[in-house]
């Protein structure tokens, strides 16, 4: 059970599932007890899971030294994986005649950036500055996969705070992330070893007291309905995130940040059912 638990997590399938999940949540944001729609959250994930392989793939060219063990999985397993990406493809291209024409906008523009992020990142080394960027833009990305159709289907200032502090938890996350990296392996190039240690661990924690103060500040003052369900699980995310880079010695064994860090975007599987 450990094992296919471990290639799934290999294959950053725990990823997908939280990005659909997550998707979920905030699709019943703006339409409550409502149906949501299958075809929308299908092509999230495989949207996700496309990036993902691609992303790794294009990696393991950059470079002859395979650093992670994640990046060593895709790179053994190119071939297999290779087929999927493009299964996948084809699976989204066949949802794309089920979705509506505002979100068949938004995930052509959302595509399109991926597209340029994907070719820049291939484009330059593994050690040019542009890598320092990679967090950022992800976020952006992923964010906008995620939570804009909910901006779409029903905008309101509460909608767009719960968007916003996502994109900081989205984020901190990916900061998290670099900066484990960065101490497991100093010679790497991302966020983290450009701002340093220190840095990162407090804008961390930064990102973390913006996150509680919002959030606790709308719950606090406001009736306490679904919306502040979304806001309480931010607020768990965020503090999760912020536990693992106070004990980042403990959460570096085996990859436990990866583990624990993915598993905050499973979180909301608590209020959608």
Not at 31 to 42: D, F, G, K, R, W
Not at 154 to 181: A, K, R
């Amino acid at each position: 059970m450990f094992k296919l638990l471990k290639i799934a997590h290999l294959l950053s399938l725990d990823v997908v599932f939280g990005a659909m999940i997550c998707n979920i949540m905030f699709w019943k944001l703006s339409l409550s007890n409502a149906q949501i729609s299958t075809p929308i959250v299908s092509i999230l994930g495989f949207s996700v899971w496309i990036i993902y392989i691609l992303d790794r793939l294009l990696d393991n060219q950059k470079t002859s030294q395979i650093k992670t063990e994640r990046h060593f999985f895709h790179q053994k397993h190119r071939k297999i994986l290779t087929v999927c990406l493009f299964i996948s493809i084809i699976f989204c291209a066949i949802l794309l005649f089920y979705l509506p024409y505002n979100i068949l906008i938004l995930g052509i523009l959302t595509t399109s950036t991926t597209a340029i992020y994907l070719y820049l990142t291939n484009r330059f080394s593994a050690d040019n500055n542009f890598q320092h960027y990679k967090e950022p833009i992800t976020s952006v990305v992923y964010t906008m996969g995620v939570f804009s159709t909910t901006i779409l289907n029903s905008f309101s200032i509460s909608n767009l705070f719960v968007g916003l502090l996502f994109l900081l938890i989205t984020f901190q996350n990916l900061l998290l992330f670099s900066l484990s990296e960065f101490k497991k392996n100093p010679d790497c190039h991302n966020l983290a070893s450009y701002w340093g240690t220190k840095k990162s661990h407090n804008i961390i924690i930064l990102i973390s007291a913006v996150v509680m103060t919002i959030a606790f500040y709308w719950i606090i003052t406001n009736e306490f309905t679904y919306l502040s369900k979304v806001f309480f699980i931010e607020i768990l995310m965020s503090f999760i995130l912020l536990i693992i880079s106070r004990f980042n010695d403990i959460f570096l064994l085996n990859d436990r940040y990866r583990w624990v860090g993915d598993g905050i975007f499973l979180l909301p599987l608590f209020i959608i059912f």
